[in-house]
């Protein structure tokens, strides 16, 4: 797996002077001669592998993600992370440890992949918004029920009447739809740091708008 990092002389110069000695030695060795550079990249590789397959085995279950095809998401994503790395390595500038930088790209890479592989399968149906999901997903009891449906119904009119066209369709996707975050993201070509921003500002929005209605109190809105 041979590439260049492309890291000027001078630019390499400064950088290796002013990170740590772990991370200096991956800027070496991925910056020098032909067989080192090799070595360096089959290394990073490895690593890269690592992490993807941890973080994938990690979000899996919610895709009913298992098998070969978990290992083929693993290894694809540690593949384009070290493409995208080695690309951007004249961009690392020492503020964290090279490794630390280098987990980024596998994890950035395992979201982009799940969330496609979301897509070609969905397993979830997407048309319509079921707000009878919601008290399972809180988990009331069957006996609560009656008081609960009054909620859902207040719920809704603030979803309706309170939140944006954004975070109304976020918010619909993950609650009512059940998409993951990841496959949201890549659906709505931003990413997951940026979906649940929105998620959390659509749920304050609604956590204010029930506790004006009366149908929480403060205290449950602090601690929802």
Known sequence: MAADPGLGENQATSTLASVDAESAEWL???GGARAERE???????????RVAGNEV?????????SGPELDDVA?????????ALIAKLGQFRGESRFTTWAYKFAVLEVSVKLGRHFWRDPGVPLEGEDWERLPG?????????????DLVAALRRAVDEELTERQRQIFVAIVLKGVPPDALAVELGT???AVYKT???A????????????????GTSRRS
Do not use: C, S
């Not at 609560?144 to 449906?149: A, G, M, N, Q, Y």
């Open 137 to 149: 997903r809180f988990g009331f009891d069957p006996a609560e029920r009656l008081e609960w449906r």
């Open 28 to 30: 070496r060795t991925l």
């Open 191 to 193: 990413n997951r740091n």
């Open 57 to 65: 085995r990690r979000r899996a279950p919610r895709l009913r993600l």
């Open 39 to 49: 070595a360096a990249v089959e290394r990073l590789h490895a690593i890269l592998l």
């Open 199 to 201: 998620m959390f500002d």
């Open 75 to 83: 290894h694809q994503a540690a593949a384009d992370a070290l493409l």
């Open 203 to 218: 749920r304050r929005k609604l956590r204010a708008a029930l506790v004006a209605r009366g149908y929480l109190d403060i």
